[in-house]
């Protein structure tokens, strides 16, 4: 007995199924299909407010898939293609960059001892600015040590330190400081034209086919 009831109940949505499209043959109208919260099938000339945002295919009248509506993407997917998309981006214009820089490297450096040749004179030309740099230094700290021992005198003595010798001694401070930290910056920029130019020696043996590039794994 329920067999043959489960039978008509399938039978009866069969022919109402039919007679939906067959009304919307003869009227001309498109309608579209759902799923609903029981993940049944539904079919509709409208779609009810809840299930909007749903995936949904569109009909015409003659019963043949015209579109499909995707689902609404939820917030986090949302930002997560933007995340990619951004990415994505951002690598495209770092690859044009490289690009960009490789074809520099190949019309300016025929050979990687070119290169080496113009990071050596780089190098030197720091050298020579932190030996200068060095040595003002270190007559700056001999000058000032003289000028310490000079007032520490003065006040063993009990006498008071000449605004004069008191104004040397801070001038030669300040250019003592001064010199250190000029120094400071230019070893800071000598590793950073070496560690630059290793990078550029690197790349352009690879661009000139003399290093082979590990294969991936």
Same mark, same amino acid.
């Given at each position: &007995?329920?067999? &043959?009831?489960s039978g008509w109940l399938v039978a009866l949505m069969l022919g109402l199924s039919a007679l939906s499209t067959?009304? $919307?043959?003869?009227?001309?109208?498109?309608?579209?299909?759902?799923?609903?919260?029981?993940?049944?099938?539904?079919?509709?000339?409208?779609?009810?407010?809840?299930?909007?945002?749903?995936?949904? %295919?569109?009909?015409?009248?003659?019963?043949?898939?015209?579109?499909?509506?995707?689902? *609404?993407? +939820?917030?986090?997917?949302?930002?997560?293609?933007?995340? %990619?998309? =951004? $990415?994505? #981006?951002?690598?495209?214009?770092?690859?044009?960059?490289?690009?960009?820089?490789?074809?520099?490297? @190949?019309?300016t450096f025929n050979t990687p001892k070119e290169l080496e040749k113009m990071r050596d004179d780089r190098i $030197?030309? !720091?050298?020579?600015?932190?030996?200068?740099?060095?040595?003002?230094? #270190?007559?700056?700290?001999?000058? @000032?040590?003289? @000028?310490?021992?000079?007032?520490?005198?003065?006040? =063993?003595?009990?006498?008071?330190?000449?605004?004069?010798? #008191?104004? *040397?001694?801070? *001038?030669?401070?300040? +250019?003592?400081?001064?010199?250190?930290?000029? !120094? $400071? %910056?230019?070893?800071?920029?000598? /590793?950073?034209?070496?560690?630059?130019?290793?990078?550029? @020696?690197?790349? /352009?043996?690879?661009?000139?086919?003399?290093?082979?590039?590990?294969?991936? %794994?």
């Amino acid at each position: &007995m329920r067999s &043959m009831l489960s039978g008509w109940l399938v039978a009866l949505m069969l022919g109402l199924s039919a007679l939906s499209t067959a009304e $919307a043959q003869n009227n001309g109208k498109k309608f579209q299909c759902w799923t609903d919260d029981k993940g049944q099938r539904a079919c509709g000339d409208r779609v009810p407010p809840q299930y909007a945002q749903r995936e949904r %295919q569109v009909f015409d009248a003659n019963g043949r898939v015209v579109e499909v509506k995707p689902r *609404q993407k +939820t917030p986090e997917e949302v930002a997560e293609l933007e995340r %990619q998309a =951004k $990415a994505a #981006a951002e690598q495209r214009q770092r690859d044009e960059v490289q690009q960009s820089y490789d074809r520099f490297l @190949l019309s300016t450096f025929n050979t990687p001892k070119e290169l080496e040749k113009m990071r050596d004179d780089r190098i $030197a030309t !720091i050298d020579g600015r932190l030996g200068l740099a060095e040595k003002s230094v #270190a007559d700056n700290e001999a000058a @000032l040590h003289k @000028l310490r021992e000079r007032a520490a005198a003065a006040e =063993k003595d009990g006498k008071a330190v000449p605004e004069r010798m #008191a104004k *040397q001694i801070r *001038q030669f401070e300040t +250019t003592l400081r001064d010199n250190q930290a000029g !120094i $400071a %910056q230019m070893r800071a920029e000598r /590793l950073q034209i070496d560690t630059k130019f290793a990078a550029d @020696l690197e790349r /352009l043996k690879i661009l000139r086919g003399t290093v082979t590039v590990p294969a991936a %794994q």
